[in-house]
T-cell receptor
Framework: SQELEQSPQSLIVQEGKNLTINCTSS?????LYWYKQKYGEGLIFLMM?????EEKSHEKITAKLDEKKQQSSLHITASQPSHAGIYLC???????????FGTGTRLKVLA | DGGITQSPKYLFRKEGQNVTLSCEQN?????MYWYRQDPGQGLRLIYY???????QKGDIAEGYSVSREKKESFPLTVTSAQKNPTAFYLC???????????FGDGTRLSIL
């Protein structure tokens, strides 16, 4: 099984709707990173969370790390077609340089 | 502008042939990484290097080799021993372990 589980695997929403993507680990997260990827391109860094209870926002995207540091959520408010893509969470589970990544959530926003 | 450059964007390999994917960074980052991305499987770590002249195997190193002779460069060779090389390959770099990794635009490798 995946060490880092993302849900849902895919999501189709109408423009203007809110949505949430979850990332769950069976181990304590030393750092949790959210990325966005357009098909066939590299990953674009969105946000980094390191402290339990931490919340960060960038434009209409908010990410939170729960108190136990084992789950993170990414929330998009009033989605737009420009939000479409694949969202991946990455995590450092051992406090070293090795990351693992979730399998991604594919988001489509209908205009 | 600072960043990570991967080349080529598309690469084709014949049976029995080794091919090398280039990754260069001008971010002055110590650590560099190679990942393989297959549909529905997320990113899997091939090799990583924390410092020049040193590198470690990741989770799927068989059939691949790397070198780290310069801080800026971390080329990946896909050898003929890698039986299923068709994938999207991503290179990343990182300043220190509690900072995010930054990615290049990827190389798509296909078999002729």
């Amino acid at each position: 099984s995946q060490e880092l589980e993302q849900s849902p695997q895919s999501l189709i929403v109408q423009e203007g709707k809110n949505l949430t993507i979850n990332c769950t680990s069976s181990k304590t997260l030393y750092g949790l990173y959210w990325y966005k990827q357009k098909y066939g391109e590299g990953l674009i860094f969105l946000m980094m969370l390191q402290k339990g209870g931490e919340e960060k926002s960038h434009e209409k995207i908010t990410a939170k790390l729960d108190e136990k540091k084992q789950q993170s959520s990414l929330h998009i408010t009033a989605s737009q077609p420009s939000h479409a893509g694949i969202y991946l969470c990455g995590a450092d589970l051992s406090g070293t340089y090795k990351y693992i990544f979730g399998t991604g959530t594919r988001l489509k926003v209908l205009a | 502008d600072g960043g990570i450059t991967q080349s080529p964007k598309y690469l084709f390999r014949k049976e029995g042939q080794n091919v090398t994917l280039s990754c260069e960074q001008n971010l002055n980052h110590d650590a560099m990484y190679w990942y393989r991305q297959d549909p529905g499987q997320g990113l899997r770590l091939i090799y990583y290097s924390q410092i020049v002249n040193d590198f470690q195997k990741g989770d799927i190193a068989e059939g691949y080799s790397v070198s780290r002779e310069k801080k800026e460069s971390f080329p990946l060779t896909v050898t003929s021993a890698q039986k299923n090389p068709t994938a999207f390959y991503l290179c990343a770099s990182q300043a220190v372990s509690n900072q995010p990794q930054h990615f290049g635009d990827g190389t798509r490798l296909s078999i002729l």
